[in-house]
């Protein structure tokens, strides 16, 4: 979904986002059973919700609002150490967007 949102920014693959969340995913949730978990679901719910919002109209509108409200705040988040706090946010994302999808 970070993806995604970027993408439709104009970002690319290496912009300062994604760098961050995947350090996020690097030095936090990679290191516990409960957070490989969580990649492990992210990466089999995040193609489906992306298949969906894809077949809106305003899909881009929906990217550039999850970018904007969450993409940016998870990764200045992370990049000020506040790891946890990112998290969270990055959760509420994903279940916001499961809602626009379904």
Known sequence: ???ACCKVVG???DCWELTQLRSLR???LDHSATGRTEVDEYYNLAPKIIAAIDKLPEAET???RLYFSY???CAALNFFGLRQ???RRYHRMIAEAQGVAA
């Open 11 to 13: 970002l690319q693959d």
């Open 85 to 87: 706090a990112s998290r």
């Open 71 to 73: 993409i940016v705040p």
């Open 26 to 28: 690097a030095w936090v």
């Open 62 to 64: 929906i990217y550039r």
């Open 1 to 3: 979904m970070t993806t």
